[in-house]
């Protein structure tokens, strides 16, 4: 039974700290370091069939299941184990929202493209300010944010924002011209019967 819940700080030194461990252990010559790398293996499988079905149970809940994957823990352990319910899209966008108001902090912002290939598209724009961070640092902030949420991407490639025309299209105002007399046309009233 245990007897006090950890906070995300405490989760953090004991990830840490068995990273550490783990670590250590690959470089253990021996038996006795095979024998203790491959039960943590087994347990790091058995967890990952444990969470494949509570997301199977919550999928059922859907506030449930969001509320499991807007908890970062409960979030990391999901990508782990490769069954996070939501797909990789949700979770670029989710990244780029979740860093948005530290880019916005310093000027910047970023949107999403779209994902081709297992690369991530995205628009990061550094600002006007002169005090602003630059660009690559925005990118490296957006960068990590999104790896870390979809960490199967292969890389994220940032692309310039689509260019908005200087000018309207000619095309754009003729047809605008012929909906307005369209729409200013008189009708005809029915005639009325006898």
Do not use: N
């Not at 999104?146 to 960490?151: E, I, K, Q």
């Amino acid at each position: 039974m245990r007897s006090q819940r950890l906070d995300d700080t405490a989760v953090e030194l004991r990830l840490a700290r068995v990273e550490d461990l783990l670590g250590r252990l690959e470089h253990v010559p021996g038996r006795t370091a095979e024998l203790a790398l491959e039960a943590v293996e087994t347990l790091v499988e058995i967890y990952g069939e444990a969470f494949a079905r509570v997301v199977g149970a919550a999928g059922e809940a859907p506030e449930v299941l969001t509320r499991l994957t807007q908890d970062d823990l409960i979030r990391h352990l999901l990508l782990l184990h490769q069954v996070h319910p939501g797909s990789v899209e949700e979770r670029v966008a989710r990244a780029v929202a979740d860093v948005a108001p530290a880019l916005r902090s310093s000027g910047a912002s970023a949107d999403v493209v779209g994902v081709d290939q297992g690369v991530a598209e995205l628009v990061v724009s550094s600002g006007s300010c002169g005090s602003c961070g630059s660009s690559a640092e925005a990118q490296a902030q957006v960068t990590d944010e999104v790896l870390a949420a979809a960490p199967e991407l292969v890389g994220v490639r940032f692309v310039d924002p689509p260019r908005t025309p200087a000018v309207i299209p000619v095309e754009a105002l003729l047809r605008r011209q012929r909906t307005a007399a369209h729409e200013q046309a008189p009708t005809t009233p029915a005639r009325a019967r006898g």
